[in-house]
């Protein structure tokens, strides 16, 4: 059994999808033979807790913690906000969206001063500490996950200083994507420097979405594809009670519930959704009496505006963020999920985590995104539902009305490629991982 040392800002007690992937690869690498020991914060500010997933940890995984030196608190009081008050969901708006002078002031100072993110200052105490459990374990390689971008320069730095293998692992897009920040020329110069040279030097690069291998080579074409892998996210399926454990107090039997789990803010938000839902209304084709809209997670201000200025107000469920395993309860009684993806330039690349476990759950997806690009290849592959573009309001009306129609008739609502969705389990995502371990070493 050979060590990795894994890196990661967002682990348990941290919830929210982008814990999922590294939580899942550690479960699961010990089956391919690779002993995985992590590397994380001991004070992170994270968007969402979730205490329920340390218990996923396995007992014996050796994990560090080292303290951060988070800006967090400073940007609160700057903002008039309460310590440990979420902020990600109304500090990333749409291009629509006014910003306050503190508001710009804020992002003056992000985009100047904290690069690659604001995680810079856990570099002091993580490398160190990683540079012992390196001697200590006998570590034989490397894997980090970004974002936050930082834990790729943590593992550029024990790769210079050991030699040793290090697979730079990717979410998301590092620069010029639509949650980075606009910096002007100097910072933002010395940011695609960074990102440049992280791709450059680490020995493989694992992304989530084919989306970041083409940014990737579109930005810096030099660079060998060979070193590029595609590792999807997927779902878990031992995360799924079976029918009988489903918590049924959350069932709700007499009208077409429709959930969505996540954020939404900025460019993601539910506009197109009630623009179908109000079409619909006005040609009396749905009762907003016989629809439940259940929406679980954290939304930025502006979403619950919409929640509060749609005639399907009363239709609404505003959930906040609640545990994963709960988060799946949820998905289960459900009759159809909602996935929207942001209206971006980057959305046909776009592949959100949560849409694998939706599709886990064999449950009907209506999703608005691109009707061409990568989730439109997935929602095809595994037949999971209906897609329509953000733009196109008859089309998501379309598809609400025909899974309507068959929840009303008792029909059976989609009928999934369940083989086509096995493919996407976590233990195969893992599996690949190890294979690439093994490759480098």
């Known amino acids: 059994m050979k060590n990795v040392l894994i890196i990661a800002y967002y682990f348990p007690p941290s919830g929210g999808p982008g814990v999922q992937r590294v939580l899942k690869h550690i479960q699961y690498l010990r089956d391919f033979g690779w002993n995985p020991i992590v590397l994380t914060v001991s004070n992170g500010d994270f968007p969402a807790r979730d205490e329920s997933l340390l218990s996923k940890i396995p007992a014996d995984i050796i994990v560090e913690r080292t303290h951060i030196y988070e800006p967090y608190d400073a940007y609160r009081m700057l903002m008039g906000q309460k310590k440990g008050v979420p902020i990600d969901v109304n500090v990333i708006k749409n291009d629509h969206q006014r910003r306050s002078i503190k508001e ?61 293998h290090w697979v730079a692992g990717f979410r998301d897009p590092w620069t010029e994507f639509l949650t980075s920040p606009k910096r002007w020329f100097l910072p933002a110069w010395i940011d695609r420097s960074l990102e440049h040279s992280v791709f450059k030097e680490a020995d493989a690069v694992e992304c989530a979405w084919i989306g970041i291998i083409k940014d990737a080579l579109r930005k810096f074409p030099e660079l060998p594809e060979s070193k590029f ?26 009208a077409f519930v429709l959930t969505y789990t996540g954020s939404m803010y900025g460019r993601r938000n539910p506009s197109s959704l009630f623009a179908a839902l109000e079409l619909l209304a006005s040609k009396n084709l749905i009762d907003p009496k016989s629809i439940h809209l259940r929406f679980i997670g954290r939304f930025g201000n502006e979403v619950h505006d919409m929640f509060n200025a749609t005639t399907f107000k009363s239709s609404i469920e505003v959930i906040g963020y609640v545990p994963h395993e709960k ?115």
Not at 247 to 254: G, H, K, P, V, Y
Not at 381 to 404: V, W
Not at 422 to 429: I, P, T
């Open 327 to 441: 988060s799946i309860s949820y998905l289960l009684v459900s009759h159809a999920l909602l996935l929207i993806v942001d209206e971006a330039k980057e959305s046909e690349e776009i592949v959100p985590g949560k849409v694998y476990e939706y599709i886990g759950s064999m449950k009907p997806v209506i999703a608005i995104a691109p009707a061409k690009g990568a989730i439109a290849d997935l929602m095809h592959e595994t037949q999971a539902g209906g897609i329509a573009h953000q733009s196109d309001i008859e089309g998501i009306a379309n598809i609400i009305l025909k899974m309507y129609q068959a929840f009303q008739e008792g029909k059976q609502i989609a009928h999934p490629n369940v083989d086509a969705i096995k493919r996407y389990e976590r233990r195969e995502s893992t599996r690949t991982l190890a294979r690439l371990l093994d490759g480098l070493s």
């Open 104 to 164: 710009r002031i804020a992002e003056s100072i992000r985009a100047t001063f904290f690069i690659p993110d604001a995680r810079i200052g856990w570099m002091p105490t993580a490398i160190p500490k990683a540079l012992e459990l390196i001697e200590k374990h006998s570590i034989g390689a490397i894997y980090n996950s970004s974002p936050p971008y930082t834990t790729s320069l943590i593992a550029r730095q024990l790769k210079r200083k050991t030699g040793l």
């Open 229 to 254: 892998y595609h590792v999807p996210n997927g779902y878990d399926s031992t995360d799924y009670p079976s029918r009988e454990h489903i918590d049924t107090t959350l069932e709700i039997n007499d």
